[in-house]
């Protein structure tokens, strides 16, 4: 039976050093302060929103919501990230999205002043998770090495493959992990099935983010390897459940992260850890 | 014995397309208008400004030379490159790196208008390799696959081995190749040497640039492979080679790239595919 990664305790290990630095911060009269702009009433979006002013709560940080209803107009919207730029209070955005159809959202989220974007959403912001020089990634990329560093499993010069080539987490945990020095195998729908197995055998370490259920079986998996499922797919029984098959993979590989409990757990307090990073820059506390 | 995949042919096949297109733009009234930045006198400069002169001959497109002496001030360099935004007969430039020292470089690249970046060295051109939608890509990048497209090798569904990450050659062509569905492992100076060749045992196809002789040999090679040889290196007897042991791997695998003659001859044609695409956008013949 593996090691069960949960994300409690990396969340926990990440708050405490949240909550120095936080207190750090307001001794210099700063209070991290974290605006959500959300438009219209998205459950998931209401639920994250919920989340994050939790979070906030505990770990003594502020949040401004910004809130439109689903028709108001692009104009509104804009006006909304705006006051987000031009706040000096607010040191970074979590902009939830898509937005309501018909708003140009590419050029909505491109709006986003650079600092404040902390969940890695502009342009700008992608072409720094190519080159290697970001200081945020989409939190929940990041949230995967923050499980696997906490758990103290090593990534440099190990063969991680990574299956699901998303904007918002395939992609961006790739160049995550090869710039910590991982050897990176980027697979995904269009991979040789017949092929999966021999890339999971050089694996180490396998990232699952396909939004499919039984992506990664116990067949594929192997003793000694480590399992990120990054799912969240409601079964035909209503239950939450990963894209790995946690019962059979779960016999055979060292650790695995569950679902629910596992990535998703982890994703907020990295919204919060990039936030004060940010909150820390502007007081000239890091670089 | 491989076959060997001789730029000359692939440089043939898309001259004889780019010269029709050319002579379409001409009827209209247009003629593709490459500009080259030059900043001092470095030999590899020349060379390449030479190869593009005499490409544009062949192809009857133009070439606008901006020459600034090594010694010129930033603002002279931002002078240059405003004056390729703003003159409209100019489709597309190549600006020849690195620039004399002491020039703030990442500034004066970002100030390239996006339609004319031939060879994406924007940030906003980065974004885009990174998310899929990139129209330019680096011309070495494109090179390889231009090879293996004129050579019939299927690269979807595939898996291909790309040693080497930089920026301007193996991270583009790790998102390249993605976009047309392999599954690309990228490797690295810090890939477990004993694990590579478990990988390269999985892969159809091997894109080599670590800038490294002998990065690539005969062990790690296998019966039906194909070899991108990206390497450009002078040996100790003042030869030109590649990164991959050519005589050595060239007994086992089914093609392989030449160096010289291989990926570095068709870069300066991808380069102006790049400029008559740029110049058939503007013409109203592509979108």
Not at 24 to 53: C, F, S, W
Not at 81 to 86: L, R, S
Not at 95 to 109: C, S, T
Request: glycine share 8%; net charge negative.
């Amino acid at each position: 039976m593996s090691k069960i990664l949960y994300g409690k305790e990396v969340v926990a290990s990440i708050e405490d050093e949240l909550k120095s630095e936080v207190n750090a911060l307001k001794n210099m009269g700063i209070t991290p302060k974290l605006a959500v702009l959300r438009v219209g009433e998205n459950p998931g979006d209401i639920a994250y929103e919920n989340a994050a002013l939790k979070k906030a709560e505990t770990l003594g940080a502020e949040v401004k919501k910004f809130t439109l209803p689903g028709e108001a107009t692009e104009d509104k919207v804009i006006a909304a990230v705006e006051e987000i730029n031009n706040d000096d209070s607010i040191h970074g955005a979590l902009i939830l999205r898509p937005f309501p159809k018909g708003m140009d959202e590419e050029k909505i989220r491109n709006l986003l002043n650079k600092d404040k974007d902390l969940d890695a959403i502009t342009d700008e912001a992608s072409a720094l998770v190519f080159t290697g020089k970001a200081r945020n990634y989409p939190c929940t990329a990041r949230a995967c090495l923050e499980i696997l560093k906490y758990n103290k499993i090593p990534v440099s010069g190990k063969v991680v493959l990574v299956i699901g080539r998303s904007l918002v987490i395939g992609k961006p945990v790739s160049m995550l992990l090869q710039r910590e020095n991982a050897t990176v195998i980027m697979a995904h729908s269009k991979t040789d099935s017949r092929q999966m197995k021999g890339l999971s055998d050089l694996a180490d370490i396998v990232v699952v983010a396909t939004g499919r259920p039984g992506t990664f079986t116990r067949e594929l998996a192997h003793e000694g390897q480590t399992i990120i499922d990054v799912g969240m797919n409601r079964n035909s029984e209503g239950k939450l459940v990963g894209d790995v098959d946690f019962e059979g993979v779960s016999k055979v590989v060292d650790a695995i992260t569950p679902v629910p409990g596992g990535v998703g757990s982890v994703t907020t307090a990295v919204l919060f850890k990039q936030l004060v990073e940010a909150a820390r820059k502007v007081a000239g506390l890091s670089e």
